[in-house]
């Protein structure tokens, strides 16, 4: 692949060699655990590429080499999850004794394994506001080992200010990580500005189709590789080779995918702005959204997820009703697909400090033709009714 061609071409051409096996268009699914060994001295020789398939094999390395390059990195890691990349990362770079500091507005899990796990460890975990931007400064002690940044945030998409955040970590020697699913190597690129290890979920965008389970880490620089894949092969990390074969096909068509899902989710965004039912709708290419000017210097674009807010005056009662009555609708824990769900939200045990009352809920929009979505929204929104008032006379 030529440096030279534009990125859509090489979504295209990364990661496949139709010659090296017989034309077919592409790579084969190869199953691995026993590779052998040529002879004894190849046993001997730490540098032998392929030893045993959890901890490299020719799939692994060829979707890995692909993910490096999509992100500008160096090398890369697969892990079996999403949450696995969180995980295997947040442990390979902090220590007992260490501070670290996080994103609050991350990925809900991963919170939770921070609290629970690395405080377990003992590691300080600290929690900071998304728009914290150059003031992260402040919180930094001497024995911050590690920044962990989500741009835009899980669920309410605070956008960060991300150069500003590696400019000060640079100078200060501490590690920055970021989880770049909202992107998936399409829409930022984090280590052009500066981050030092970017991980996503591979179940999202990058296969696109909701039926895998896969994270990928991408490192800055080889040492920062090492200290990664120590400890991934440490702790047993691998992936599917269905599910390094299936994130390779969805990257072909990685682009088109995120701009036909911009779109639709655009004309849905549309008709909840003319519904008085609403209080916010948090999605960062909107020009109220806070946080957007700096999703404009950054970003290429936008995609399919965005939440709404109900005004508070809706009960329970009636948003269930509007969520049991939708049709096209369903609800479902993931994004990033070709079909359209829903995902109610409660902020609260997630948040520090969520002191707003009305009811949240995520949209991720697919491609379904978006009157019908509109049209299915319109009739299930006839069920939300006000609280009634008593007017005592
Ligand atoms: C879904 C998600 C993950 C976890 O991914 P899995 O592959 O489901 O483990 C991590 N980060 C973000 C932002 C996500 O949305």
């Avoid at 991963?110 to 003992?122: D, S």
């Avoid at 390094?244 to 990257?251: H, K, N, P, T």
């Avoid at 009352?357 to 049209?375: A, M, P, T, W």
Wanted: charged fraction near 25%; hydrophobic fraction near 40%.
């Amino acid at each position: 692949m030529s440096n030279n061609h534009r990125r859509s071409t090489k979504f295209v051409h990364w990661g496949r060699d139709p010659k090296s096996y017989h034309g077919v268009v592409n790579p084969p699914l190869v199953r691995t655990s026993t590779i052998l060994y040529e002879n004894f001295a190849a046993y001997l020789n730490p540098n032998t590429r392929f030893r045993y398939g959890r901890i490299n094999n020719p799939l692994s390395e060829n979707f890995e080499n692909v993910m490096a390059q999509v992100e500008g990195g160096h090398k890369a890691i697969s892990t079996c999850s999403g949450l696995a990349a969180i995980t295997t990362t947040m442990f390979a770079f902090c220590k007992a004794g260490d501070h670290v500091l996080i994103v609050d507005g991350l990925y809900p899990p991963a919170r939770g394994f921070a609290q629970r796990n690395l405080t377990k460890m003992g590691v300080e975990v600290e929690f900071f506001d998304p728009h914290i931007g150059a003031d992260i400064k402040n919180l930094i002690k001497p024995n911050t080992a590690f920044i962990y940044m989500e741009s835009p945030c899980s669920v309410t998409f605070e956008v960060m200010d991300v150069p500003a955040i590696t400019k000060i970590a640079k100078e200060k020697g501490i590690i920055t990580i970021i989880d770049n699913t909202w992107s998936s190597g399409v829409l930022f690129n984090p280590i052009k500005h500066g981050v030092n290890i970017v991980l996503m979920s591979c179940a999202k965008y990058v296969s696109g189709h909701s039926d895998i389970n896969l994270g990928v880490v991408i490192t800055d620089n080889e040492e920062n590789y090492k200290r990664l894949k120590y400890f991934s092969v440490d702790a047993g990390q691998c992936a599917s080779p269905e599910d390094l074969v299936l994130a390779l096909r969805g990257l072909r068509t990685i682009e088109m995918r995120f701009k036909a899902a911009e779109e639709n989710a655009a004309r849905i965004i549309d008709w909840f702005k003319t519904r008085e039912e609403i209080e916010e709708i948090f999605y960062p290419a909107l020009e109220t959204h806070r946080g957007h000017s700096i999703w404009k210097r950054d970003f290429k674009g936008a995609n399919g997820i965005f939440s709404v807010m109900f005004r508070e005056e809706y009960p329970m009662k009636s948003i269930e009703k509007f969520i049991d009555s939708l049709k096209l609708f369903p609800i479902g824990s993931s994004w990033g697909g070709y079909e359209t769900l829903i995902q109610p939200q409660n902020l609260k045990p997630h948040r520090l400090n969520w002191d707003r009352n009305g009811y949240v809920l995520r949209f991720q929009i697919g491609h379904e033709d978006s009157r019908d979505l509109v049209d299915d929204l319109t009739q299930a929104m006839t069920n939300l009714k006000l609280k009634k008032k008593f007017i005592w006379y």
